[in-house]
């Protein structure tokens, strides 16, 4: 078979994001419609966090019984299935919708991430990464909002467009002809057997905390945005065009990185965790003013946007290269717990206090995560120095490199 290109891999990730991407604030305001009680939606994403936990531990084990590629079709088929229970527009298909998207995304990404492993060059790894932010900007920027105004329009349009983009991306999976892949090390992979050593470097689980919380923030600004809109009388076409209006933000990621290398893995991370906590807290003490706590999430979601580009490189940095497969498979729950973890808190805080409350939560959890990250070390992400050879002339010191 040929060779695949980045931009095969590229244009996969980015059908994906489509399917997901007009389904980003849909979703959670045809929940809020037919539930009306933020509780209630809380539990039902709960729900689907676990499920998702669980999945994706156990898609290392299928892969070994099923043929990889005749699982990624499978999701495939999960997506459609899930539009077809959202198009029918009961309240109790709605939440078995949400969970099957969630088998169905967590099985894509684990077996997507395994073909790029199998045909991507470790040196393109970063190119390969590029090409999927660039790629997916357009979806993840036009299609929540998009979502939106076509749910208003007609209840089954977007899903039947998200229908398509599933489809298509199944198509296009099939024209590649990846098939079962190569045996690499995370089919064989057993997260749960590498929790002990996990849990005993500071270093990968301070790395994993900053992913985790780093996905919370995502969480509360996309699914409690929406009701905060409802509870205070806003459009709710407000919460997706804001969402739209941060994923622009990715197409500036190649300038993010290079603000990285200018001030350091550690004083990135600090200054993204610290900003977004203000701007969490301040967007729920703005609360009477619901425009002003709309535009301060948002100020609040580039914080998010600049630590999906470096809020990984503490965990990534401190893996071994002979564990990365193993601790990329623990590394990756992150998601999954963070979907536990925001609609569990969040339910608990709405039982006794509004949206808003939710914001402040998420405040001061990025407050911790800058405490923390104030532990790494200072030099984090530069090159070390090459160690002369034996019986050669030292080589004299120059300043640090921050580049």
Known sequence: MPQPRLSDFALL????????????????LAMYRAWGEGTVV??????????????????????????????????????LLAQALLIADDPWLLPLAI??????????????????LD??????????????LQWSAAPWTL?????????????????????????????????????????????????????RRFASRPRLVAGWSFATIRSCGWWVYIVYLPLFCRETGLDERVAGAAVSLTNVLLL??????????????????????????????????????????????????????????????????AVKPSERTEMAAVYTSFRDVSGILSPLGAGLILLVAPAAAVFGAMGLGMGVAWAVA??????LGEPRPALAPPGSAPTPAGPPRRG
Not at 169 to 191: E, S
Not at 374 to 379: D, G, K, Q, S, T
């Open 13 to 28: 990730y980015a059908l994906e994001a489509s399917v997901r991407g007009l389904l980003l604030s849909a979703i959670p």
């Open 42 to 79: 809380s539990a039902f994403y709960l729900a689907a966090g676990t499920l998702s936990l669980l999945a994706g531990l156990l898609v290392p084990w299928a892969s070994r019984r099923v043929p990889r590629g005749r699982l990624t079709v499978a999701a495939g088929g999960l997506f």
């Open 99 to 116: 969970l099957v998207m969630a088998v169905g995304t967590v099985t894509i990404w684990n077996c997507l991430s395994a073909y790029v």
């Open 119 to 132: 045909w991507v060059a470790r040196e393109d790894f970063g190119r390969m990464e590029t090409r999927r």
């Open 143 to 195: 299609g929540p909002i998009t979502g939106v105004l076509l749910l208003d329009w007609w209840h089954p349009a977007p899903f039947l467009l998200a229908g398509l983009f599933a489809l298509l991306f199944v198509l296009a999976f099939l024209r590649l002809g990846l098939g079962a892949g190569k045996a690499v090390g995370a089919a064989r992979g057993r997260p749960l057997a590498f929790l």
């Open 252 to 317: 500036l990621t190649p300038l993010m990185l290079r603000l990285v290398g200018r001030l350091t893995v550690r004083g990135a991370v600090r200054l993204s965790f610290g900003a977004g906590a203000a701007l969490f807290v301040l967007s729920a003490l703005a609360s009477p003013v619901p425009w002003a706590t709309v535009a301060l999430l948002l100020l609040a979601s580039a914080t998010l946007v600049m630590l999906d580009v470096c809020g990984s490189l503490p965990f990534l940095l």
């Open 374 to 379: 104030a532990r790494l070390h200072p030099r």
